[in-house]
């Protein structure tokens, strides 16, 4: 089904218990087995229950036959047993020394946010943007000396083109935001990027373009490139023409750093350190078109934008599956059924997906 006929009614947020259950589930393997009767006695102190009483009795209930997102949980404590498990749970992915690294890591959650376009304009309320799309270029802006900051936001499932102030075209992928002035004053023409967005930059030598991000600048006079910054993990920068200067904060865990990347050329930033590869850049302007197009990426990375962009739950059932690497293309006009009829006919990994959740066994 096209993501732009779903409607909120048509699937529901997991709530805190089933997404419990669910990271519960898949990394069963890699939490520590608790000392039940231990963490009771804990609970009963804080409760100022009789610690001395038994941990009340649980239910163990009967696993259903077909391979379902039930089951999953094995094993499921209700009542008090629940709570104590569950807040041993929630210390374990919330401390700092424990040797998984992020329960998100196996399990990527829908959200139940509308799935529309807004802009905002100097803090206020969102308003719903129905235009295909934005040309600020050709509208007429009074002058003034502090133009309005707008904000662009795309939810999970859309994507949207808009050409700012100086001319300078850009795509925003999905879930994304963009901070720009109504129109550019000063020596430099700067923008604020959460997310994706692919930009063609209109050329200007006496003012140059700067997209700031959380994790570095890139700063051009006029060239086409591709910013990824949804996360720490997988920033990027891939440069298809021109050429830019991408700047790294000092942090503690290194100096600050700077890079100038030729065409055909991907900066990305893992531990606070930069590296530049050489590479087709293909593949990653391809979302701008209208396609998924993966070449020799993670499992785990492909399943991540397609949750992104269908916004649907995704579940490693097997982790071991998620460093499986695949060449993968499909249009994002399709349905998420269909993407994963796709990936099945691979043949490499077995996806399934119940209308709720997308799992990989």
Same mark, same amino acid.
């Given at each position: 089904?096209d993501?732009?006929t779903i409607?909120?009614?048509?699937w529901?947020?997991?709530?805190a218990?089933?997404?419990?259950?669910?990271?519960?589930?898949?990394?069963?393997?890699?939490?520590?087995?608790p000392d039940m009767?231990?963490?009771?006695?804990?609970?009963?102190e804080?409760?100022?229950?009789d610690?001395? #009483?038994e941990?009340?009795?649980?239910?163990?209930?009967?696993?259903?036959?077909?391979?379902?997102?039930?089951?999953?949980?094995i094993?499921?404590?209700?009542?008090?047993?629940?709570?104590v498990?569950?807040l041993?749970?929630?210390?374990?992915?919330?401390?700092?020394?424990h040797s998984?690294?992020a329960a998100?890591?196996?399990?990527f959650?829908?959200?139940?946010?509308?799935q529309?376009i807004?802009?905002t304009a100097?803090?206020?309320?969102?308003a719903?943007?129905n235009?295909p799309?934005?040309?600020? #270029?050709?509208?007429?802006?009074?002058s003034?000396?502090?133009?309005?900051?707008?904000?662009?936001?795309?939810?999970?499932?859309k994507?949207?083109q808009?050409?700012?102030?100086?001319?300078t075209k850009?795509?925003?992928n999905?879930?994304?935001?963009?901070?720009?002035?109504?129109?550019?004053k000063?020596?430099t023409?700067?923008?604020?990027l959460?997310?994706e967005?692919?930009?063609?930059?209109?050329k200007?030598?006496?003012?140059?373009?700067?997209?700031?991000t959380?994790y570095?600048?890139?700063?051009?006079?006029?060239?086409s490139?591709n910013?990824?910054?949804?996360?720490a993990k997988?920033?990027?920068?891939?440069?298809?023409d021109?050429s830019?200067?991408?700047?790294?904060?000092a942090?503690?865990?290194?100096k600050?750093?700077?890079a100038?990347l030729?065409p055909?050329?991907?900066?990305?930033?893992?531990?606070?350190?930069m590296?530049?590869?050489?590479?087709?850049?293909?593949?990653?302007?391809?979302w701008?078109?209208?396609?998924?197009?993966?070449?020799?990426?993670?499992?785990?990375?492909?399943?991540?934008?397609?949750?992104?962009?269908?916004?649907?739950?995704?579940a490693?059932?097997?982790p071991?599956?998620?460093?499986?690497?695949?060449h993968?293309?499909?249009?994002?006009?399709?349905?998420?059924?269909?993407?994963?009829k796709?990936m099945n006919?691979?043949?490499?990994?077995?996806?399934e997906?119940?209308?709720?959740?997308v799992t990989?066994?």
């Amino acid at each position: 089904m096209d993501m732009e006929t779903i409607q909120d009614n048509e699937w529901q947020q997991p709530t805190a218990q089933e997404l419990w259950e669910l990271k519960s589930a898949l990394n069963r393997e890699h939490v520590p087995q608790p000392d039940m009767q231990k963490e009771w006695e804990k609970l009963s102190e804080r409760l100022n229950l009789d610690s001395a #009483e038994e941990i009340p009795d649980t239910h163990t209930p009967q696993q259903p036959a077909g391979r379902n997102a039930a089951t999953k949980i094995i094993y499921f404590l209700s009542g008090v047993a629940a709570t104590v498990a569950a807040l041993m749970l929630f210390n374990f992915f919330n401390s700092e020394d424990h040797s998984l690294a992020a329960a998100d890591e196996y399990f990527f959650a829908a959200n139940n946010e509308k799935q529309e376009i807004t802009i905002t304009a100097d803090g206020g309320k969102p308003a719903v943007v129905n235009n295909p799309s934005i040309n600020l #270029e050709t509208e007429k802006v009074t002058s003034s000396p502090q133009p309005k900051l707008l904000t662009l936001a795309t939810s999970r499932g859309k994507d949207y083109q808009i050409t700012l102030a100086d001319g300078t075209k850009v795509w925003m992928n999905a879930e994304s935001k963009l901070q720009f002035p109504e129109t550019f004053k000063g020596k430099t023409r700067e923008v604020i990027l959460h997310g994706e967005a692919f930009f063609e930059v209109a050329k200007d030598a006496n003012h140059p373009f700067i997209v700031k991000t959380d994790y570095f600048n890139t700063t051009v006079l006029g060239t086409s490139f591709n910013v990824k910054a949804y996360s720490a993990k997988g920033a990027n920068v891939v440069l298809v023409d021109g050429s830019v200067k991408v700047n790294l904060a000092a942090t503690a865990k290194g100096k600050a750093q700077e890079a100038t990347l030729h065409p055909g050329q991907q900066l990305s930033v893992a531990n606070s350190q930069m590296s530049i590869n050489d590479i087709d850049t293909y593949p990653y302007t391809q979302w701008r078109d209208g396609f998924f197009y993966f070449e020799n990426q993670t499992l785990f990375e492909i399943m991540q934008e397609l949750g992104r962009w269908y916004n649907v739950n995704i579940a490693f059932d097997d982790p071991g599956k998620m460093n499986v690497r695949l060449h993968f293309v499909c249009s994002r006009s399709q349905g998420i059924a269909d993407a994963v009829k796709n990936m099945n006919a691979l043949g490499v990994v077995d996806v399934e997906y119940n209308g709720k959740v997308v799992t990989i066994y």
